[in-house]
Every structure is written in structure tokens, then in C-alpha cells.
């Protein structure tokens, strides 16, 4: 008896690793994209709506060109060159590759990004935009930077164990065509909730603390909680919110400081004033959680 | 009194609440500094007092008002040159929010202080130049962002 429970647990544990890592990956069909609407400068607008630039240039290196270090729990991710570089970059990449990498988080050879990559932020932007954004990369020069490998802790050096991740947290994409605009720009692109909210043991958000801020974000610093309660931005107005998304000043005349500096220069406040009014009024919008 | 002063008036005095109710969570925040930690912070709030209000005009709560934009960017441009002189090597007893990097970098705080001179200036000239508001707001804007540009690097994240 008990060898036949010991033969079962063995069959079962050697079908759930020929899954991780037989099977195949997800993949994509783009016949049906308008092609009409892919601009560069759509995606330009895109890419700093998406702080593409936040993570994937470093502090001294060329924009794009990646190397920027994310230490996390797992370990450190090094971001890699998204240039149309065709050795060290993404230069040889074909439509599909690039929808597929953002909606499934999978590589063009078929292995398992780590969610370092916010991929399950980006999986609800729509194709039209994922292909608007990879014409802008296209057009940017190619600079030839060989990517730098993660260093992570032994258990988190098998990708094929994400596929078990994406099975708990990955909601695949795209996001539905009539998804408002102030959620789609802080749910997918902008994926504020990245670093505004806590994360669990697998680095998955914790979701009734979503935007609730935490204490342990990237780099172990303190992200504050960005819902409308009294922990949070409860007594900000639209307007403040908007304001702040422009320039970085709080209702007090303060100037935000740390990697949110960056992201109001990079990207919020690179966006339209539209833009800025309706993502104040998506986060007056979401549930008043207290903390971190 | 005419209906335009008595209005001015009830929004100065508005004005100066919201000011007290500021400078009363400062002081919280403020608590237990000494010395030249004190003195800039001080310093700090005096800034942000000044920003805030011109930030208040344009965020559309208080009424634009060109020259209350010239007083205040006065002040800022005045207090500009000043900045780097109230961090002193070392001077970063508790509750100090300032990084220690500001130290080893200084030659790269001096040129932020700079940055934040320099706008402030800009901004005070372009008030007194009585430009156009969107132009007032566009040299706003630039110096916000020497404020932000330097608190991303040497300031301790809020928490």
C-alpha cells in the first residue's frame, strides 16, 4: 500500500516537472492587428506611459541599453538592452516574439521571464500598442551592450518553475478594447502597483493590499500607499494628483524625492494633462486600504 | 472696503490657516532638530511654504495672482544661493533626512543647488517680466523638477 501511494506521489511529481518543462509555451496570432494606428510616436507616447526607460537604462549607460540592478528577494535582475541591437538587443525579433513576450512572458526562444519584467502588468495592453511601442524601440539606435546575467538564489534559477507562477498570478491579456483609460494607464502601462504594493513569500501581490504601499519595495525601500485613505492620498484632490503626476509637488509644497523623482520626469510627466486628470481619478477611485 | 478687497482679505486669511495647519504638521515632522539640521529644514519649509502657494495657483485653489507669483519666486531665488552652505560636512544628526552620499558627491549637490538657483531665478524673472501665465507655469514646472531632481538622489525616501 504505502508503495503504491510512494509510486503515485513519484508518477505526479514527474508529470507536474514534465509540464514545467515539456511543454510547450504559449504563443500568439497577430493577423487581425490594424495596422493603421502603429506609429512611432504612438509608441514613443506609450513607452513613457510604460517607464520602459525607468528600468532598462542605467544610471551612467546609454537609454534602452539596459543593466540597471533590481535587487529583489530572488536575488538581482539585471534589465536587459531593448535596443534594435540584432546581437545584444532585440533587433531580430518578429512582431510575434514581442506580443508574446509581454503577453505571456516568454522569451523568442520559448524560456519564462521572471516578473522583475512586469509582464503581468503589460498582458492587458492592447496589440495595436505593444506593436506601436516596438516600432518606437525599432527606431532608436542600436547600441551593442551584452546584457548582464540575474544573479539569484538557487531555487529561483529554474525558469521553468514560472510557469507555476504564471499559473497563480498571470491573468493573460489584453485588456478588454473599452477598458477605461485611467485604469488601462495605471493597471497595465504605467503598472503603479508594481512597486505600491506589498508582495508574498513568491513575490506575488498581496491583492486586498493593492496600492497600500509597503515597506520592503525595491531596493528594501518604503513606497507609500497610493489609495484614497487617510494612510495614503485620502485628503488629495484630482487635482493635487494631477499636479503631483506633473512635476512631483505634494499638497504640502514638497517635491517627492527617490525613484518616484525619476518616474515624474521619465513618464508622468511626460504624459497629457488628460491623461494625468484620469489617472487621479482611477486612484480616487480605489479602495481605501490603510498602511503600509 | 470694496467687494474685490474684502474678498482678498478673507483669502489671506485663509491663506494664513492653511499656512498654520502646514507649519503645524512641519513642526511634527521637525521635532527634536538642533542646530544646523534645524536651520535647514527650516530652510526647506520656507521653500516648500513658497512653492506651495504657487502651486496652489495653479492647481486652481487659490486665484492666479501675478504678482503674490513674483513675491514668492522672490523669496525662492532669494534663498536659492544660500542652500549648499546648511549642509556643513557631517551635519546629519537625527531627524536629518539627508543622505551621506550628499557628501561624497559633493561636487554633483553643488551643481544640483545650482540647477535649483538658476530656475528660480528664471522663474523669478519670468514673473517679473509679467509673461504670460502658461509661461509662468512652464518656468514653474522646470524648477520643480531641480527640486525633485536633487531629493531623488540625497534625500532619505518618505516613508
Known sequence: MLRAVLIGLGVTALAVLGWLVFWPAPTVTLDTVARGDITVERGDYLVKAGGCISCHSAEEGEPFAGGVALASPFGTFYAPNITPDPATGIGGWRDEDFVRAFRHGVSPDGDFYYPAFPYDFYTGISDTDLLAIKAYLDSLDPIEQQNRPHELVWYAGFRPGLRLWNALYLDAGPAPGDRDRGAYLVENLGHCAACHSPRNRLGGIVEDRRFAGTSNGPGGEAVPNITPHDDGIGDWSAGDIAFFLELGMTPAGDFVGGEMAAVVEDNTGQLSAEDRAAIADYLLGLPARPGP | ?159
Open chain 2, 1 to 159: 472696503m470694496s467687494s474685490s478687497s474684502s474678498s482678498r482679505v478673507w483669502l489671506t486669511g485663509l491663506g494664513i490657516t492653511a499656512a498654520s495647519i502646514l507649519a503645524v504638521s512641519q513642526v511634527i515632522a521637525h521635532e527634536g532638530a538642533t542646530g544646523v539640521v534645524k536651520e535647514r529644514m527650516d530652510y526647506m519649509k520656507t521653500l516648500g511654504d513658497n512653492t506651495g502657494a504657487i502651486g496652489a495657483m495653479f492647481k486652481g485653489e487659490a486665484p492666479y495672482d501675478l504678482q503674490a507669483v513674483q513675491e514668492h519666486a522672490g523669496v525662492l531665488a532669494g534663498e536659492a544661493p544660500r542652500l549648499t552652505e546648511l549642509f556643513p560636512e557631517g551635519s546629519n544628526e537625527a531627524p536629518s533626512e539627508t543622505l551621506p552620499v550628499t557628501w561624497e558627491q559633493w561636487e554633483d549637490f553643488q551643481a544640483k543647488a545650482a540647477d535649483f538657483q538658476a530656475a528660480s531665478t528664471a522663474l523669478q524673472e519670468t514673473a517679473e517680466a509679467e509673461a504670460e501665465q502658461a509661461e509662468v507655469r512652464a518656468a514653474f514646472v522646470r524648477m520643480g523638477r531641480t527640486c525633485g531632481g536633487c531629493h531623488e538622489v540625497y534625500r532619505k525616501p518618505k516613508e
